[in-house]
Structures are given as structure tokens and as C-alpha cells.
């Protein structure tokens, strides 16, 4: 009788609560995307490294105003992030560890730079990021880049990701796609092929000012290109306002550490500030 009497004063308990006034408020259910699932699959794999964030600026006045230049005389536009993307590679290939891959006590450095690129694309109604991997991205030419990320860019999300990702991603329960992310992890030939062996992700055209990037990676390294601003700077002891590009160097600290992230840093600014890559 008591239990019954608990039980009645849950449920009525459990009534006034539905009717209460907040719970009542106007609003819209919509089914969560599945293809969602590779941005938490992702997401979990890369809670799961120990990461180094290290935010630093870069002066792209030259190299923006060669791209303008070349546009004007030759009519034909060079894509910046392309520009951004072969610096990053040139400075992985002279510093090979920064996209080495881990297999138990040791470093696999593959001879090609697979190298990751994010793009934007509406999948199921909404707006995702989906990896494309450029392959032996450090033996390309930067037409040749260009014409793969603009190509890409315009491609529908069906044609672009793989149909076995596809699958994996929206079929498999969440214990299994788990066990498969750590599988990739695990064996660096599947993460090559997979996921690639380093990530840039550029979000600098969705936004102005002053704005960094902090992502969370699975990669040895990924660059987070963020937006353009322009600041005063000394150039040849005299003050000038200057567009300066924000950006992010994320590690893996497993294999990489502080004191390597700032010299290769050092050196992608010089590439970048020495438009590096761009076609005469």
C-alpha cells in the first residue's frame, strides 16, 4: 500500500512537471544528422592526444599584394589558401617528425605528405566539415593544388566522401566505430590512407579581425589558418599598417615538442613572408 501511495505522488509529481510553464514552450524537433557522427568520432579521437596549442601571426601584405598584382596583369586569380597550404607542406617536408606516425616504440615517416584539408559542405540539410586528402601533396605543383581543393570544394558531399566512410560513419553503432578509430590509430597505414598524415583546416574567410583557431586534432600536426587584420608594424624602422593573418599550430606533445613547434613556426613564417611557392 505505501509503495502504491510512492508511487501515485511520482506520478502526479511527475504531471505537474510536464505542466509547468517552461516545459511547455513553442519549439521544433529535427532528426541529429547522422554524418554528425564523424565530427564526434573525430572529436573523441582527438580528446584523447596530448596536444600543444601554440598561436603566432604572420605578415601577408607581399604576398597579398602579389596575388592581387598577377590577377591584374594576368587575369587568372591565385587562391591564397592554396599559397598558405604548400608553405605548410615545403616546412613538413624539412622537418619530417611533424608528420611522422606512431606505431607502438616507432615513428613512421612516410616519403609522401598526405596532407588534410577541411572543407565546409551541406550534408543532410546542414552545414559540416568533411577532410579531403591531397595525396603526395609535397610533389604538386601549386596549380595542381589549386585545381584539387577548387574541384573538391565544388564537388557534392556523396561524391567527395568515401562511400565506405560514408557507411562506417551513419550504419555502425558507436562501440564500433570507436574500436575502428583506434584501430586507424593504431596502424599508420590505415591512418595515411584514412585521415592523412598532417591537417590544415582555414576558416579566416568566415570572419574578420583578430580570431584564432584552436582545434582539437588527431593529426602530428595541423595548422588553423583564422581571419586577416590589419595592425601597425615597424618595417625598415618606420611604422606601417600592415594585414596580418592569425594562426595556430596544434602538436601532438607524444611526438613533438614546444621548443621543434617554434622552430618550425620560425620557419613556415619565413616561407609565407618570402611568398613562397607563388608562380612568377
Known sequence: ???DLEELK?????????????????????????????????GWQGRNC??????????????????????????????????ILLCYVKTIDENRLFHSLRRGRRLVDFES????????????????????II??????????????????????????FPRDALRFFTKYPKIFRRIGMRLIKSLPNLKKQFQGTACITSMGMMGSGV???????????????????????????KIEEREIIHMNL????????????M????????LIEGCYSLPL
Open 10 to 42: 511520482k506520478t502526479n509529481v511527475m504531471k505537474s512537471m510536464v505542466t509547468m510553464p517552461f516545459l511547455q514552450a513553442r519549439h521544433s524537433v529535427t532528426p541529429f544528422p547522422r554524418m554528425r557522427n564523424f565530427v564526434l568520432d573525430a
Open 1 to 3: 500500500m505505501q509503495n
Open 113 to 132: 605528405i598526405d596532407l588534410c584539408v577541411i572543407i565546409e559542405k551541406e550534408v543532410e540539410g546542414a552545414l559540416q566539415p568533411v577532410y579531403y
Open 250 to 261: 596544434s602538436l601532438d606533445h607524444d611526438i613533438v615538442d614546444a621548443a621543434p613547434g
Open 211 to 237: 580570431a584564432y583557431t584552436i582545434p582539437v586534432i588527431t593529426m602530428t600536426s595541423s595548422l588553423s589558418v583564422g581571419c586577416i587584420a590589419r595592425k601597425p608594424a615597424i618595417v625598415n624602422g
Open 135 to 160: 595525396r603526395d601533396s609535397n610533389k604538386k605543383s601549386f596549380f595542381e593544388i589549386q585545381e584539387e581543393v577548387r574541384r573538391a570544394d565544388r564537388l557534392p558531399f556523396e561524391e567527395m
Open 263 to 270: 622552430r618550425f613556426i620560425t620557419r613556415l613564417k619565413e
Open 50 to 83: 596530448t596536444l600543444i596549442n601554440i598561436p603566432f601571426e604572420v605578415d601577408v601584405t607581399a604576398s597579398r599584394e602579389f596575388i592581387e598584382k598577377y590577377k591584374k596583369e594576368r587575369g587568372e586569380s591565385l587562391s591564397f589558401t592554396t599559397f
